[in-house]
């Protein structure tokens, strides 16, 4: 491995050479074309090896080497595969000639005039800031080529430590440059997946070892005992492996996979008596299984294919889908994923195929120039020779009368469904991508490779172009409601216009060209499928809503179902999917705010957000804006009966509010930021805790009523018993501290190491939970005394609260989970979600939704209503009505959601 890359024009080479001098007096090895390349090998494979190769991709810039084609190859090649690009300024550039990538990472000054040693010396820190990680991209990244160029062959896939080793680096490098590669993902995914094959195979070994040693009676009784409990060991062992190789799965965006292999891990554990009573394999299947059935968006895959599948429809009733493919077939498939028929006929690449709107006909477009029309059930009607190139796009009117075809020779031509020709849409000076109707039928819009839209009247008038995108445009689409036109292009973007042309948004978020752009039914939503393997969900306003990942390989096509519920994507890696757009066990709310809190009926969330507090519907739905604070809301609590609410807030005040928005009261008495706020049980009483080190006691019309002294440090939360007689506090200080309203102390309770960020009392009033810096949950009597330590999390608590019931209770942490526990401090099983850790949290107040909160501002509202001593039980349940249809279709799996053959 090299260091560095150096990206260069050879009108440059003076420059290179200096600075390729200093790097070798620093004792630094890199990558420089002159001296790289052997006189017989392939010049550009080479230069892709040593890009491949090295660490970081330097990249000089001066005007030449931003015109240079050679420069540009040599980029995308190292965007391809996540290069680090460090761009040095050479000469100066018009910045808008640069590539996008480029122009948005920070340059380092090498113009003549400046020292070069301090900007080489600049250099040299940005080529080590985390290096160990950079060079374990390389490393990766070169193994995982090697293994692909050599048919995926399985000795060179990783194993054991190394193994163990790549799996945390893809956790931790997923949130920073470089990032992984699909392919590093792929690679180490599929790395994990033949270790288990291997583990299962052993497994087998002990099996009949011991069916030998049983039935034969050729060992010892001890000997039998052994190999009882070299069984069990190796099961044990083998569910662990699962886990760990779902986990990998999910990390490396292979959620489906993920969900198949928690499954079968959670099928053994229900199944096996040996382990029932091991609390610690429980929560770790539970927890494997829980992430898929929560984050999985995929629910089906179609199989069949030969090669690329181009483009993927749904029929009007939304039972069938029909998939066309570059194997030069269509297929008709059950909404359930059973082939129904391949459709034969065409010669060559099948680009498109749709569904007529009344759901009668199918119309394919080939590279071999025609459409053929076929009936619903893939009987062939007729085939007409549409263009003399390439047709890249077929479209119905909305009457199901009138067929468009797209083709490569720049035309749009209109056909009758009997194959007459009745108009021919010419004026773009490229290829012709994608053309669609608008929903009354009496307009078309084309997109083109010379990076335009044209508007057309259905008699053939051009009406209007659309011109914005910077590379070609591949599709275009008509809202449902008429009012919008959505568009993609090679420029890594969607656009959304008026129905008369005025460009309203900009979608962007893909790493790669985009294929397709559609939208949902309800024309609420969009889809967006891309050369990057992603699929972006977007709302009608342009918000980013999701992005699904799963395919191998870029994704060309995707179709909402008619119920606006499930999308069919089509890829390169020769498979359909089906994803469902709405998990109903979880929702993330982004850019919310921070300490959310339920109303008592559960019909409203207060969040913390910035400088006001905001209210939410419980699912996710903005609803209403509180402003009055001069400085960032900290904490809220509703009162008892619902109808006020308090705010805690860095402006040293708490804010009282009515739920429509109304300011009613401002208490002021605090010096220091207030960091925590609530009512007591009965709404007589609120108490607020401050960076002051206090702790005051209010009513709710503003009176001060105890200031509550005692505390060495800030206080960082206030909570209330049941019963309302006893206040706690929690301190910065590492002590909670127990009080009766008069302001007497009642008890001080240690024995963290470090802060207490929160505190919590049982429903019943008799435990007292506290979370702490020292990454412990400790439980206590209300006399002080140490029940329980809660160990697991891997950074600092910052919360801890128990359910309604008392049954549970739920940990926040800077480690970036959520931990459900039971009250005897047995780790149930965590809740992964968060890209930040985990600050606040709140149920609602029949226990069934846990609302938490990140460093990030983003709330994720948990459905928990199926937690309880059965929830793998349950979570097997939902695992397996999610991934039904592919277990009933798919013939190595029908078997994982059955027991000796019933559900």
Known sequence: MKEAFISYSRRNKEFVLKLREAFKNANREVWVDWEGIPLTADWRQEIYKGIEESNNIIFVISPDSVASKECGVEVDCSLKHHK????????????????PEMAKSPWIDFREGTNFEQAFAELLQAIDTNKEDTEEHTRLLVQAMEWEKKGRNTSLLLKGSELTEAESWL?????????????????????????????KRSIIGVSVALGVSTLLGLVAFWQYQRSQKLYV?????????????????????????????????????????????????????????????????????????TNKVRSVSFSPDGERIASASSDHTIKLWQRDGSL???????????????????????????????VNLWTKDGAKLHSINAHDNDIYHVSFSPDSQIIASASQDGTVKLWSREG????????????????????????LASASADQTVKLWTIE???????????????????????????????????????????????????????????????????????????????????????????????????????DGQTLASASDDRTVKLWKLDNPLVKTVPQSGLSPSFSPNGDLIAIASEMNVTLWSPDGKKLNTLSGHQNWVQSVSFSPDGETIASASDDQTVKLWTKEGKELQTLNGHEGIVWTVQFSPDGDYLASGSRDGTVKLWTPDGELVQTLEGHQDMVLEVRFSPDGQTLASASQDGTVKLWRLDGSLLQTIEGHDAAIGSVSFSPDGQIIATASNDQTVKLWTTEGKLLQTLKGHSDRVYRVTFRPDGQFLATASLDGTVKIWTVDGTEVVTLNGHQAGVEHLSFSSDGKTLASTDKNDTMILWNLEYLDDQLLDHLIVIGCNWAGDYLQTNSKSQDLCTTDGSS
């Open 233 to 305: 060991q190796a099961q044990q062992e083998q569910l662990i492996v699962q886990s760990t190789t779902s986990d990998a799965l999910f990390v490396s965006q292979q959620k489906f996979p993920a969900l198949l292999e928690s499954l079968e891990a959670a099928k053994t554990l229900q199944q096996a008596n040996w382990v029932s009573r091991d609390p610690q394999l429980h929560s770790t299947i539970s927890t494997a299984l829980l992430q898929s059935v929560y984050w999985v968006n995929q629910s089906n895959q179609l199989d069949g294919h």
């Open 460 to 562: 053939g008038e051009e009406l209007q172009t659309l011109k914005g995108h910077q590379g070609e445009v591949t599709s275009v689409s008509f809202s449902g409601d008429g009012q919008l036109i959505a568009t993609a292009s090679q420029d890594k973007t969607a656009k959304l216009w008026t129905i008369e042309g005025e460009e309203l948004q900009t979608l962007m978020g893909h790493k790669d060209g985009i294929w397709q752009v559609t939208f949902s039914p309800d024309s609420q939503r969009l889809a967006t499928s891309s050369k990057d393997r992603t699929i972006k969900l977007w709302n009608r306003d342009g918000t980013l809503l999701n992005t699904l990942t799963g395919h191998s390989s870029q994704v060309f096509g995707v179709d909402f179902s008619p």
């Open 340 to 370: 129904i028929k391949t459709l034969e006929g065409h010669r060559d690449r099948v680009r498109e195929v749709s569904f007529s709107p009344d759901g009668e006909m199918i119309a394919s477009a080939s590279r071999d120039g025609t």
């Open 171 to 199: 956790v931790w490098s997923s949130e920073q440059k470089p990032f992984p590669t699909p392919l590093h993902r792929e690679y180490v995914g599929v790395s994990r997946q033949w270790v288990t094959r291997q583990a």
């Open 420 to 443: 007459e020709l009745l108009n021919s849409l010419t004026g773009h000076n490229a290829p012709v991508i994608g053309v669609s109707f608008s929903p009354d039928g009496q307009r």
């Open 84 to 99: 680090r690009i460090l761009p040095i300024l050479y000469l100066d550039v018009d910045p808008e000639a640069m590539h």
